[in-house]
């Protein structure tokens, strides 16, 4: 049996210690013959049993292996229970169903959980689960033609926090934004700065046209350049001004969309151009390999699925064996004008990260990419060889609302509402925070007057509030950290503490579930429910006198509470550390 206190990680983590004292009573009955050499234990898990009435935890391992070993699961089960029963921290042992094994834990194995969470304060559920395995996040990634809007808030802080939450759970991370500055979009930028431009130098541009970037934040750019080079773009043709102009915009909008990035807190480290991809050659490269490896071929596509469109000419194509990758379609490559296509150019950056030492990959995308993914899957497999995989998180829309009301657009944007406007509205800490308390591929409603409500249906305030409390529980107990260390938690032994302490012990688990689901919702579902809890029992003081965490008579009980509190503070602050979000200690 490992020695629970001297089991390093797995002494901050009850499940990956009971994972590893499960594989060793297997181990066991394997050796005196009760279970046949061979087995394999992969699939053996342990978790929190679906009815919390039935234990603390669970084990699979008689489900999973009983065809191997050749024994029904419940006497399977049996036998792995007599394994456990006498282990010093579990105090009952039950099988239960088909043959599920569950089992009770000792009140001092939960009491001395707290010791691990006041000894790691907010480092509490560091994981070396990623065992420094490298991962690319690429997040935002918005064409660089005007300010961040709503949307994209939602992707630059799920993205932010997944790079966060990946750290903490032992991975290395590398944040990227990917700057679509090729294309059709960027000349539209170019024309639409020029105009601004004229504007700059005195005349009447009257109403911006059909198909231009009608943003007031794109007058400061043609002031800029109007500043920079006076008057000497106002009569030469397009094709001279269009390169430097774009240049410039493109520059200022990357300068715009830094500075809203900064206001929401969210870094990269790194940006990469998708013009330097075509320069440098890299999507021929790219794509050469592919047709070295016999992936690229001259075809004709089928018309698309239902009504040809009016316009639909079968006609040869470089294709992409993207079906033999697990897509619906082969994917073509070349434009009619022997361009190559924007999926061309996304495979030869995805093959740059590869190529860079990045064989974990991490898309955020947009609403509008659900239809892009399968392709993107299968250009990584293709391009890496099976050396790299890709999860693409598609990051559903944001409604907005005041009182209740849609949101009208910003007239600073000219269409859509700005994440600066947002941010600067309600704050970045709940802008952050909120974006996450729903999933990645389920729309959020975000409505600024609940942002900022004070009641228990902000989660934002809610988590702040239990954090906030704590704090005032400690100032008005003026107990030492040093005395509440050293207090003696056997005193916790209603049945409402342990269960607290239970639910804060699972935070190591929560991380790295969540970091390798690549769910960083899951966090905030937790926080939620560690606040639920504080309140509770808080509450519960206020009708029985005896759960009070400050007891001027029994200074002993006081000081083992105010271990407990203490701990949910710091469990909060470890998840909001995750999130980029400041804890409060007060609020007004």
Known sequence: MIDFEASGQRAMNPFTYFDAEIAAALDRLVGTGKLSRGLDFS?????????????????????????????????LAELLAGELRGHPHVIDVSVAGPGFLNWRLSGGFWQARLRDILAAGPCYGDSTVGQGRRINVEYVSANPTGPMHVGHARGAVFGDVLASLLVKAGFDVCREYYVNDAGAQVDVLARSAYLRYREALGEDIGTIPAGLYPGDYLKAVGAGLAARDGTKWLSEDEAIWLEPIRNFAIEAMLLLIKEDLRILGVNHDVFSSERDLHRSGAVDRALATLEANDLL????????????????????????????????????LRKSDGSWTYFAADIAYHFDKVERGYPLLVDVLGADHGGYVKRMQAAVTAISQGRATLDAKICQLVHLYDQGQPVKMSKRSGSFVTLRDVVEEVGKDNVRFMMLTRRNDQTLDFDFAKVVEQSRDNPVWYVQYAHARVQSVLRHAEATAEDIAGADLSHLSDPVEIALIRLLATWPRVVEAAAEAHEPHRLAFFLAEVASGFHGLWNKGKDDATLRFILADQPELTLARLALVKSVALVIASGLEVFGVEPVMELR
């Open 43 to 75: 699939k053996v898990t342990v978790e929190p049993p679906r009815d919390a009435s039935h234990g603390d935890m669970s084990t699979n391992a008689a489900m999973v292996l009983t065809r191997g070993a050749g024994i029904p699961p419940r006497q």
């Open 297 to 332: 071929y001259v075809g004709v596509l089928e018309p698309p699925k239902g009504k040809t469109p009016d316009d639909w000419e079968p006609r040869p194509q470089t294709l992409f064996r993207a079906t033999s990758f697990g897509d619906d379609v082969d994917r073509p």
